[in-house]
Each structure stands twice: as structure tokens, then as C-alpha cells.
């Protein structure tokens, strides 16, 4: 599975942004899939996921109401819709899969994480 995440760059306080992952391989659409981010000199944090049918999603508690992860099997594709954006939401953006397949109950775990992409870069300017 290879993951490719784009969608970032600067944006205001208060703006939206839309990150989206195109996944390769058939079998994505049996995998949970996550959203992580990191900011300068900080670890890797959960931001959310979704389950491999959609119907089960998670999210950082900070994030919940401001952020919206969903899927498009049939495109093979995972997107991250954020808004009411603030600059401590500055960070590299990863998408990434859970091989587990089938399982309904996505993880906030970094180590559940099986593949990852290359990183969108997020700037929130005040």
C-alpha cells in the first residue's frame, strides 16, 4: 500500500482546508485509515481515523467539532476536511493505514499503523 497525502499549504486563522490521501492498492478499502500530525519539535499525534465501511470514526478530543475525516472506497481515497482553523493546528499532516483488515473499531495508536505517507505541510498564519 502506498499512501499520498496533499492537500495542505498556508491558510489564515478561522479558514478551511481540505487534506485528501490517494491509496494504492485494493485492498485500502478493508483497512482503517488515520489522519496523524506533527509540529515542529513535537511528537507525532493522533488527529483521527476511520473505520473501513465509514461507519465508525475517532478523533482527538481537541479536534472533535473542527475536524471531519471521511473515505471514498471506490476512489480509493481518504480526506480530512478542516476548518475554523488556528495556528497551533500547524503541523506536517500523515495519512496513514491500519492492515488489519475488516476491523470496526479504529486505533488512536501510532504503533497500529502499519503504512504511512509522505506528509501535506499545514501552515496557520494568526
Known amino acids: 500500500v502506498q499512501l499520498q497525502a496533499c492537500g495542505g499549504g498556508l491558510v489564515q486563522a478561522g479558514g478551511s482546508l481540505r487534506l485528501s490521501c490517494a491509496a494504492s492498492?485494493?485492498?485500502?478499502?478493508?483497512?482503517?485509515m488515520g489522519w496523524f500530525r506533527q509540529a515542529p519539535g513535537k511528537e507525532r499525534e493522533f488527529v483521527a481515523a476511520?473505520?473501513?465501511?465509514?461507519?465508525?470514526?475517532s478523533y482527538t478530543d481537541s479536534l472533535k467539532g473542527r475536524f471531519t475525516i471521511s473515505r471514498d472506497n471506490a476512489k480509493n481515497m481518504v480526506y480530512l476536511q478542516m476548518n475554523s482553523l488556528k495556528p497551533e493546528d500547524t503541523a506536517v499532516y500523515y495519512c496513514?493505514?491500519?492492515?488489519?483488515?475488516?476491523?470496526?473499531?479504529?486505533?488512536?495508536?501510532?504503533?497500529?499503523?502499519?503504512?504511512w505517507g509522505q506528509g501535506t505541510l499545514v501552515t496557520v498564519s494568526s
Open positions: 496513514a493505514a491500519d492492515q488489519t483488515i475488516l476491523t470496526a473499531t479504529p486505533q488512536q495508536r501510532l504503533s497500529a499503523y502499519d503504512y
Open positions: 492498492g485494493r485492498t485500502m478499502r478493508m483497512f482503517t
Open positions: 476511520i473505520s473501513w465501511s465509514g461507519g465508525t470514526t
